[in-house]
């Protein structure tokens, strides 16, 4: 009989224990965001159907959306063909994934030789963390 | 004056001097893929309009399509807020990005806790490479 975790066992992940993971949203196809998630972290949000990465900058367990309410919900999880990529089709709740304010963390497009910012700042990002981190 | 390569310099590399690029179908929105660029494949992307990258197993420039034909061009390319991932939105060419003969690298959904092969195989990699390596 195969345990329910042995899918898990089929992701490569680096040195470090990680997986790069892509969020991108469900309904639009908006790439919204790219961060790295542990084994833990992704147990975690294949179990609860929430997006949950690991933080290398705070080298801790980061839960999409505790501090900004800005919740993943995880429609479909997906693997790459090397098994050491995975991609996350999400909801994007408050339709807002970067600590900017903005939709998508991928905000700034190459015009002419510099980065342009598209997308616009759709709430301040102090009333989002209440001055707090994100 | 502003220089035409200073849009490189806001890149933030990793201590390995490359930085990770998720590739997407621009009109199906389907992530294709995900691979890693240093400064020159960048810089050759955004010159050609055609995707390049940094192998990291052959450490060596990779042209995608060199072998396959299966070219991307690129018709976007964006940065994200950390400036250190970038997003390319490509026109496929051959409907093919993966290795496999898919057309998406992202192949395998999580069904139920297993890894199901969702994309059709569209062409065997035996007549894509011609039984070269890609």
Known sequence: MQ???DWLAEVKW???GL???IVQDHTSGRVLMFAWM???ALAETAA???AVFW???RRSVWRKGESSGHVQRVRELWLDCDGDVVLLRVEQEGGIACHTGRLS???RRLQDGRWEAIDPVLKDPADIYGDSSR
Chains 1, 2 share one sequence.
């Open 19 to 21: 997986v790069p993971a």
């Open 105 to 107: 963390c991928f905000f």
């Open 3 to 5: 345990k329910m975790t």
């Open 55 to 57: 933080s290398r900058s």
């Open 38 to 40: 542990d084994r833990a």
């Open 14 to 16: 680096t040195e470090d």
């Open 48 to 50: 609860s159907g929430r």
